[in-house]
């Protein structure tokens, strides 16, 4: 279970991978993550960089400076995607492990976790929570859907209504977005320009998701649950435990 923990939290969430060579699995707010082998750490305004040694020690590579705003990063292949309170920007990590800037797409003011599968990607936007810091008049809360099979030109496609969105995760045809104190909102994406909202679970407190191959961990401010999602449309909790 610690194992677990560390794969992601709620609110400031970080992860962390199953190991070298491998691609970090964690929820979408995390703040590092590992491809092959090397770990990635986000702050606001900068991305840092490490080679893991196969003794257990890390060598730092590098810094990359940042605009300020910094806040989430997800893994795809050689592939970062950041999202900062003003955008989403995607990121190459080349040969030598480093992170090559490709392309920003901007968006309003707001909380901004981002998870892709390399054709789509899917941003929540927040302002309920935080747009007291950033837009203190609008409480605009919404899912964004962007094009990013070409990684150098990201468009936008379509946008969803949500109450208050935050981490979400994608698996298969299926987008889990956590709603908070609402519940975890499940959307049929097979046509991403006509998203369906096919279930909501409001009895979760979800600020966060882990989306395992048999197995969604959900992460709420007090506690971690299991679902099995085998059926979408009907989740089953297997089991719950305080943290």
């Known amino acids: 279970m610690l194992l677990l923990l560390l794969m992601g939290c709620a609110d400031d969430a970080a992860s962390i991978g199953p190991g070298s060579g ?44 940042l605009n300020e705003g910094k806040e989430t990063i997800f893994p ?71 094009v990013v099979a070409d990684i150098d030109n990201p468009q936008w496609l379509a946008s969803y209504p949500m109450r208050a969105p935050r981490g979400l995760g994608l698996a298969g045809d299926y987008l889990f977005v956590c709603e908070g104190q609402y519940g975890l909102r499940t959307l049929d994406v097979r046509d991403p320009t006509q998203a369906e909202f096919i279930a909501l679970d409001p009895d979760v407190h979800a600020n966060d998701v882990i989306v395992l191959p048999d197995v969604l961990i959900v992460i709420g401010p007090d506690k971690l649950t299991q679902f099995d999602y085998s059926d979408p449309t009907n989740l089953r909790k297997l089991s719950e435990i305080s943290i």
């Open 22 to 65: 491998g691609t970090g699995q964690g929820g979408s707010l995390a703040r590092f993550t590992i491809i092959g082998d090397y770990l990635y750490a986000l702050e606001t305004n900068q991305l840092n960089w490490f080679r893991l040694e196969a003794n257990g020690q890390m060598e730092s590579m590098g810094q990359l400076l």
């Open 76 to 146: 795809l292949g050689d592939l970062l995607f950041v999202g900062a309170t003003d955008g989403m920007s995607i990121f190459q990590v080349d040969s030598t492990g480093q992170p090559v800037l490709r392309s920003e797409i901007q968006h309003f003011l707001a909380c901004d976790p981002v998870v892709s599968d390399g054709e789509y990607a899917y941003v929540t936007l927040r302002t309920e929570g935080c747009g007291g810091f950033f837009r203190p008049n609008e409480t605009e809360n919404v899912l964004n859907v962007y």
